[in-house]
């Protein structure tokens, strides 16, 4: 019928809103996930770069204040032997001139070499305060290899300006740290604010150091607040990530965090194809349900019916009620034996109700019913035992039993044993006769 057709559909529409509402909810809390969880790794980050770059400028004031002290007697290479680094980052310690000439090195190097134009170098010189500057990554002419300069202002014991001292430290290191970091496809990078270029990077690749962010990310970077996230897909090696960004505004610095969407999204993935199996699968059982029930109203009516004509043509009388208390069945001899009124055979019926009827109408006398209450129907030593008779106010004598069922509800019956009552009372008077008959011959 239509309404079958409808009720159909209607399951099946509940069904697929249900998964694609539990998808979706899903998908937003792995999104929200990657976000809190590169946004606490951008932040975890930072703070190691913060630690890293105060533990770096302090080696500086320390070995200025050792040079403005005593000039003369500085000897950079016994303050910091070529072996010895700042948290495994070092590669160079070294002193420039006023002209701009390396004068100083704890690495085997040939004095005057010209590095005057350097940036971290002129800025130096250039600028009146003294702070801590750090460079984007540059080919050292000493080391020759490719480092991240820290320099700050040296001074003389009269408190001018005599040079600047430089810290050169080795960019693949942090690269190399984030690399053993487990963070699947993702990627970490250590960038510049104002140059957007790239001093670290992880993934590692041969143009990763030096490389530059797209302006479209530096720009993201440098408006609002000093963290973020973006998501972006890579120019580098095309993975899309979910980014998230901790500025270090004091050091000129941003820590980028990207975490994979493939990464981030893979159990959701397995669980679309898994709910769609599970929605095909409800779908085809409740469309068969749909028929098989479609084809077996019919037999469940025709069913009801001769369950019903049996009930109410069978000599016993019969109630039966679930665990609540509630009466399921009532049927028409059960109104005729105890004489309630036919309003308790339809609607749902408590059946204390009907014992509480009983008991106004003085039928069970003077003494409270034995079977009130329905929780303890049938169950040895309590007040409703499983089977039991009495007389009715008429003079009906009437058996009760009572079968409680495994889900707490139960079944009781109720037979008229008033003939068999009056049969055996008299076959018991003739029994007495005759015995009586027997003593008199006897004697």
């Not at 669980?271 to 109203?297: F, N, P, Q």
């Amino acid at each position: 019928s239509w309404a079958e057709a409808l009720a159909v559909m209607m399951v099946v529409g509940t069904a697929w809103t249900g998964i694609a509402t539990h998808l979706w909810q899903e998908y937003s809390r792995y999104q929200a996930a990657a976000v809190e969880n590169s946004g606490n790794l951008a932040r975890g980050f930072g703070e190691n770069v913060n630690r890293t770059i105060e533990g770096v400028d302090q080696a500086l004031k320390v070995l200025r204040n050792a040079y403005q002290a005593n000039p003369d007697s500085f000897d950079l290479k016994k303050l910091v032997p070529a072996n010895e680094t700042v948290m495994g980052l070092t590669l160079q310690f070294a002193t420039v001139d006023t002209k701009g000439l390396l004068n100083r090195s704890n690495l085997p190097f040939t004095p005057g070499i010209d590095l005057s134009d350097r940036e971290h170098v002129k800025v130096q010189f250039d600028m009146p305060q003294d702070e801590l500057f750090i460079s984007k990554p540059v080919l050292g002419r000493v080391s020759k290899k490719w480092s991240i300069q820290f320099t700050r202002k040296l001074y003389s014991a009269s408190g001018a300006v005599d040079g600047v001292i430089v810290v050169s430290l080795d960019p693949y290191y942090l690269s190399r740290f984030y690399e053993s970091l487990e963070i699947g496809s993702g990627a970490i990078v250590l960038a510049g604010l104002k140059d957007g270029i790239v001093r670290a990077r992880a993934p590692l690749t041969d143009d990763a150091i030096g490389a530059s962010l797209s302006a479209e990310n530096l720009q993201r970077i440098l408006n609002g607040k000093t963290n973020g996230t973006y998501r972006y897909k890579s120019n580098r090696d095309g993975i899309e990530r979910i980014y998230s960004f901790w500025r270090l505004d004091n050091s000129g610095l941003a820590v980028i965090v990207g975490l994979a969407v493939d990464d981030v999204f893979a159990q959701h993935r397995q669980d679309v194809k898994y709910y769609a199996g599970v929605g095909a699968g409800l779908t085809a059982l409740t469309v068969l349900a749909g028929i098989l029930i479609s084809r077996s109203r019919q037999r469940l009516v025709e069913s009801r019916s001769r369950l019903s004509a049996t009930l109410e043509n069978i000599s016993q009388g019969i109630i039966m009620v679930d665990a609540d208390g509630h009466v399921q069945v009532i049927n028409r001899r059960v109104i005729e034996l105890l004489e309630i009124p036919e309003r308790f055979a339809h609607g749902e019926q408590s059946f204390r109700t009907v014992l509480e009827w009983q008991k106004s109408q003085g039928e069970f006398g003077d003494k409270p019913a034995p079977d009130v209450d329905i929780h303890t129907l049938g169950m040895p030593g309590r007040n409703g035992p499983s089977m039991y008779e009495r007389t009715r106010p008429n003079g009906t004598e009437i058996e009760v039993r009572t079968q409680v069922l495994e889900d707490g509800g139960a079944v009781r019956t109720y037979t008229d044993i008033t003939d068999r009552k009056r049969t055996e009372q008299a076959l018991a008077r003739s029994r007495d006769a005759a015995e009586a008959a027997f003593k008199t011959r006897s004697a």
